[in-house]
C-alpha cells in the first residue's frame, strides 16, 4: 500500500517531469540569458568577446593616403559610464610614412544602441580614447593619432556587439521588445518588455 502523501509527490514529479520535457526543446535557446523573474537577458563578456573577435580585422583606406587596420579587439565594459570599451591592435600604412608602415594601440568608448531590424546591439558614438603608435614622436604622432582616430571611430560606428536571436526575445507566445541596456562590470543586461 501507498502512503498518499508519497502518491502525491510521484504524480507531481511526473506531471512536472513532463511539463519539462515538453517545453524543454523550444525553450532552452530562449532561457540561456533570460530571466523570466526580472524580464531582463543577460550576456557575459566572454560571450560578447567571442562575437566581437569574429567581425576583426577591420580594414578602411583614407582618401588613399592611409590604409588603417585594427585587429585584436579586447572588450572591457565601463559599467560607471555604461560605455563599452574596445581596445585594438592598430597599423597605419602610407607611401609617404617611412617606415611605409606604423603599429600601435587603440582604446575606443562607445555606448549601445539597439537596432530591431537586425536584431542586434550595436556599437554607437564610438570615441577615440587613447591611440599610441609604436617609434612615432612628435608632429607625426599627433597626426597620425589624429587620422588613426577618425577612422576608427568611422569603422567602428555601428558594429554589432550581440546579434539577438528572434528565439532570444520569445518565451512561450510572448516576443519581448529592448529596453534599457546597462553595462555590468562582467556583461551586459538588456531589459526585456
Request: hydrophobic share 40%; aromatic share 6%.
Amino acid at each position: 500500500m501507498t502512503h498518499p502523501d508519497l502518491a502525491s509527490r510521484r504524480r507531481l514529479l511526473t506531471s512536472g517531469g513532463a511539463l519539462l520535457l515538453l517545453g524543454a526543446a523550444p525553450l532552452r535557446s530562449a532561457w540561456a540569458g533570460f530571466n523570466f523573474f526580472t524580464s531582463e537577458y543577460t550576456a557575459s563578456r566572454e560571450e560578447l568577446q567571442a562575437q566581437v573577435a569574429k567581425k576583426f580585422p577591420l580594414r578602411q583606406s583614407a582618401g588613399g593616403l592611409l590604409d588603417v587596420t585594427l585587429r585584436d579587439p579586447r572588450l572591457d565594459l565601463d559599467p560607471g559610464a555604461n560605455r563599452a570599451m574596445l581596445t585594438t591592435a592598430v597599423t597605419i600604412a602610407s607611401p609617404f610614412l617611412n617606415p611605409s608602415q606604423v603599429g600601435g594601440q587603440l582604446a575606443v568608448s562607445s555606448m549601445l544602441r539597439y537596432d530591431p531590424e537586425t536584431l542586434s546591439l550595436r556599437l554607437d558614438q564610438p570615441r577615440a580614447e587613447r591611440v599610441v603608435f609604436d617609434g612615432v614622436g612628435g608632429q607625426d604622432a599627433v597626426r597620425l593619432q589624429r587620422a588613426g582616430a577618425a577612422v576608427a571611430q568611422e569603422l567602428l560606428q555601428g558594429q554589432a556587439l550581440h546579434t539577438f536571436r528572434k528565439e532570444d526575445l520569445t518565451v512561450g507566445r510572448k516576443t519581448y521588445e529592448i529596453g534599457d541596456i546597462t553595462m555590468l562590470a562582467d556583461g551586459i543586461k538588456v531589459q526585456l518588455k
